[in-house]
């Protein structure tokens, strides 16, 4: 004959209670150390990234440098188009792992992504960057370098209204 199952006691209850909380707890434990470890290697992923880009940006800028020196009856120089290409490549590198290069002449001045090193008087009321002497990149939100600037004061042209 099957053996008869004893009816479930109050304490009996009370215990499958504590432990399927006990259990409900562990789970939402292990589901947020997953999504701890998950952002911290994101974040550690970005700031790998940021230093490798900082270490390679002199190099970069090198190379830029010697292309806006080079002599004009050497700019259509093998060696030249090399270099040129080697820009371009590191260029892409560089987008392709989400950097971005600071937008600077032409734009209005600002501090979270521009570096003043000198200011040239203007007729106008707003500070607006004039000359990029070294590039400025960023990384998402993240500011790897600054953008090195000359700001002068110019007016600003609404474009909504031009657009009308």
Known sequence: MPAKKKPATAESQQAIQELTEALQRERADAVNIRRRHDEQTANLKSVVKANVVR??????????????????????????????????????????IGVERIPTVGQPFDPRYHEAVSMEEGTGTVEVVSEELQAGYRLGEEIIRHAMVRVKMMQVENNSESEE
């Open 55 to 96: 270490e390679l940006l002199p190099a970069i800028d090198n190379l830029e440098r010697s292309l806006i020196h080079t002599p004009a009856e050497l700019a259509d120089h093998d060696y030249v188009k090399g270099v040129q290409g080697v820009v371009k490549q590191f260029g892409k590198a560089l987008s392709d």
